[in-house]
């Protein structure tokens, strides 16, 4: 039996390369996904709107609070015209890359670049940790700074922050009044709300948002936006698919 060809995977540390395995058995051209589905929009400056989710299978990081470990390791091959094909038939003008961590897959850049090129507004929701400089400029990246509750901050790309562009965001998902301390003095070291939206949401069931808000208004920080995510209200937060 003739070997698969290795894909280059973006760079994962050794401790984690078992995670990024079942990347390894895919044919060039080919994606792992978990799910495309139509939802609502639930964060970021586009909440709100109709949008088709693209959602990549694996993720190389493990953050304490994940939401979407079936994302892990449960998807399909597909081939790249396929998920156009399918991301197309919702004929919806708003699509997002999620995951698990779409920037593993090398696929994934050209897939954004083709989306965008058949007039999608392109989002990518991406963990930080991963170069964003081979992204299409024409999409909106939506990067997370992973705050220490996380147990993943050791792996924010900082470098990213000289990539990110104006229009682009960064989230900071918040466990804790450590994990606010944290933020906020990030924001104010690399003046993070200067250059980029900064939004600021709760771990769902650990920080309560009347919390959060009043942390936000006692910060002194009038340009960070705080969100709720918003699908977790719609449907049961454990709901998937949604
Ligand atoms: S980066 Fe995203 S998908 Fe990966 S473990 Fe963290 S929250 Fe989950």
């Known amino acids: 039996m003739t070997a698969r060809p290795l894909l280059p995977i973006a760079e994962v540390p050794p401790e984690a390369a078992h995670r990024v395995a079942l990347?390894?058995?895919?044919n060039p051209g080919e994606l792992l996904v978990?799910?495309?589905?139509?939802?609502?929009?639930?964060?970021?400056?586009?909440?709100?709107?109709?949008?088709?989710?693209?959602?990549?299978?694996?993720?190389?990081?493990?953050?304490?609070?994940?939401?979407?470990?079936?994302?892990?390791?449960?998807?399909?091959?597909?081939?790249?015209?396929?998920?156009?094909e399918r991301v197309?038939?919702?004929?919806?003008?708003?699509?997002?890359?999620?995951?698990?961590?779409?920037?593993?897959?090398?696929?994934?850049?050209?897939?954004?670049?083709?989306?965008?090129?058949?007039?999608?507004?392109?989002?990518?929701e991406t963990s930080g940790a991963h170069d964003?400089?081979?992204?299409?400029?024409?999409?909106?990246?939506?990067?997370?700074?992973?705050?220490?509750?996380?147990?993943?901050?050791?792996?924010?790309?900082?470098?990213?922050?000289?990539?990110?562009?104006?229009?682009?965001?960064?989230?900071?998902?918040?466990?804790?009044r450590r994990d606010?301390?944290?933020?906020?003095a990030a924001i104010r070291e690399h003046k993070l709300d200067e250059r980029f939206t900064c939004l600021v949401s709760g771990v769902f069931g650990e920080v309560k948002p009347v919390e959060l808000v009043g942390w936000l208004l006692a910060a002194d920080l009038p340009r960070v936006r705080m969100q709720l995510q918003m699908h977790k209200y719609i449907w049961d937060p454990t709901a998937r698919g949604v």
Not at 23 to 26: A, K, N, V
Not at 56 to 70: E, F, G, K
Request: aromatic share 8%; hydrophobic share 40%; with cysteine.
């Open 23 to 26: 990347l390894r058995g895919l």
């Open 34 to 84: 978990h799910e495309v589905y139509l939802s609502i929009q639930g964060e970021s400056t586009f909440a709100g709107l109709p949008c088709v989710f693209v959602r990549l299978t694996v993720c190389s990081q493990r953050c304490s609070w994940c939401d979407s470990p079936h994302a892990f390791n449960q998807g399909e091959r597909m081939a790249r015209p396929l998920v156009v």
């Open 88 to 124: 197309t038939s919702f004929g919806c003008p708003l699509v997002e890359l999620t995951g698990g961590e779409p920037l593993l897959q090398p696929e994934v850049f050209p897939l954004m670049s083709e989306l965008c090129d058949s007039g999608k507004t392109v989002l990518l």
């Open 132 to 176: 964003i400089a081979p992204v299409d400029p024409r999409v909106h990246i939506i990067m997370d700074l992973k705050c220490p509750d996380s147990g993943e901050s050791h792996r924010n790309l900082w470098s990213n922050l000289d990539v990110l562009k104006p229009t682009d965001q960064i989230k900071f998902v918040i466990a804790s």
């Open 180 to 184: 606010w301390d944290w933020a906020a």
